[in-house]
């Protein structure tokens, strides 16, 4: 059923134009490269300030406020940009396992960021605590595996 | 002195966002256009990213054309059971892919066929080249061969 | 054949160098780290950067992000700079002649001049602006300068595989 997504895509005038064009894919996954690094930047900034180990004397709310906004501005950009570039190879995508792992993991650290990390952070005060630390733990290791898989699209 | 360096970026922009001639199917190979080649090895390149194989193609008239043929990294072709030592030079192999969009020699490795019969995905996985149904080992227009 | 392009066929040829290339597993690797190392090293002066420029922690002085973000930035530009290395002793001879290459070192260079000219200079009195929330103009500057200069690494970097 999913599959039939995937095609729509590969049809729908994106898809047709990322399919042809000469430079199309390469600027975009530039896009996709410079987003990743800002989304990077904020995902290590947040969760190392919920681990306690950096900005240890601001509170965890300021730090949120501005990484917060960056992380998901830059992920907005990394989705639409994702877009495009899988409707040039739409069920390429589909059937690669990487692809897979990624969109799961994704979706994991999406909701896992909307649900117990924010808590954590809305809930954290001056010293970090240890359910705090592993749930700043989490959240690197789940982004970390995203990046992982997408690297792994064009290797397997 | 900060402009200046503003200006270098910008040219170094323009002139990297300029010649994209690689990458990603359809930058490279032109999907309209399947060719299937029948020659000998003279040259095999195992190298990272990318895997090269040199045959040389003899027309009707007897000419003698060498093709090159990018294929997928060591990685991803061992993990299809194709090792380095599995082609020796003068082998006689089969590629089936798509033309070079610049009209040069040199076409995808979308499929193989080695001396020993066995058909391979050479293609290079995630780069969006046409005549896949999705799976990693698709049909190819005009072959008629499926795994 | 020019002494460079001599040496980088040397770096090309030697065993280390065609091992990685060859490799099954090595050179994904390592390429891979090159890649995702690139949000610890650009990421996290990107935030110094956007400080720098109003953007982000305003009520923080520069000084405390600058210090937060050093180590960071440092320890990514550590496993940038092995990583590097070792896709060079790999692909040494294919880089030489690669214009995309060739402007990514350029790059790199006008990268570590800007914040050696910033910190000799504006930053040396950062105790005057550290807690104003949009900084001088020359700092402004160089956080622009930074942004761009390391997005084109970022681009130029990619464009390699073009050519």
Request: aromatic share 10%; proline share 4%.
């Amino acid at each position: 059923m999913l599959r039939i997504w995937f095609l729509s895509l590969a049809q729908s005038t994106l898809g047709q134009y990322m399919q042809t064009s000469k430079w199309g894919f390469a600027v975009v996954e530039a896009i996709h490269l410079l987003a990743l690094a800002i989304l990077g930047g904020a995902v290590l900034i947040q969760d190392l300030r919920l681990m306690g180990l950096v900005f240890k004397e601001e509170p965890m709310r300021r730090i949120n406020r501005d990484m917060g906004r960056t992380l998901l501005g830059s992920l907005v950009i990394m989705v639409l940009s994702g877009i495009a570039l899988v409707s040039e190879e739409a069920l390429k995508c589909y059937y690669n396992p990487a692809f897979r792992w990624k969109m799961v993991l994704l979706v994991a650290v999406i909701v896992f960021y909307f649900t117990l990390h924010r808590s954590a952070i809305n809930r954290s005060t001056e010293e970090s605590r240890a359910g705090d630390r592993i749930i700043g733990a989490i959240s690197i290791f789940l982004w970390l595996g995203v990046g992982v898989a997408g690297r792994a699209i064009g290797l397997i | 002195m900060k402009l200046r360096f503003l200006l270098v970026v910008v040219a170094a922009f323009a002139i990297s966002t300029e010649a994209y001639a690689h990458h990603s199917f359809s930058a490279e190979f032109d999907g309209t256009k399947p060719v299937r080649l029948v020659g000998k090895l003279t040259r095999v390149e195992w190298t990272n990213p990318h895997s090269y194989f040199y045959i040389d193609v003899v027309d009707k008239n007897g000419n003698v054309t060498n093709w090159g043929c990018e294929g997928a990294g060591p990685g991803a072709l061992s993990r299809r059971g194709w090792k380095k030592g599995d082609l020796k030079i003068g082998d006689t192999i089969v590629v089936d892919g798509y033309r070079a969009k610049d009209g040069s020699h040199l076409a995808d490795a979308r499929r193989v066929t080695l001396p020993d019969g066995r058909s391979i995905y050479g293609g290079t996985p995630g780069d969006g080249g046409p005549g896949d149904d999705g799976t990693v080992q698709g049909v190819l227009p005009n072959t008629g061969t499926k795994k | 054949m020019p002494v460079l392009q001599h040496m980088c066929q040397v770096i090309y040829d030697s065993p280390i160098g065609t091992a990685i290339r060859e490799s099954d597993y090595a050179f994904p690797v390592i390429e891979s780290v090159h890649v995702l190392a690139i949000t610890l090293l650009v990421g996290t002066i990107a935030v110094l950067d956007l400080r720098l420029l109003g953007l982000v922690f305003r009520g923080i002085p520069v000084t405390r992000v600058a210090r937060t973000v050093f180590p960071l930035t440092w320890s990514g530009f550590a496993v940038m700079l092995a990583s590097g290395l070792l896709l060079f002793w790999a692909e040494a001879a294919k880089n030489y002649s690669n214009p995309a290459f060739r402007i990514k070192l350029v790059l790199l260079v006008l990268v570590g001049l800007n914040p050696l000219i910033f910190h000799t200079t504006i930053y040396r009195r950062v105790h005057e602006w550290e807690l104003l929330e949009c900084s001088p103009w020359r700092a402004r500057a160089a956080a622009l300068a930074s942004l761009s200069l390391w997005g084109g690494i970022i681009v130029a970097g990619r464009a390699i595989a073009y050519f």
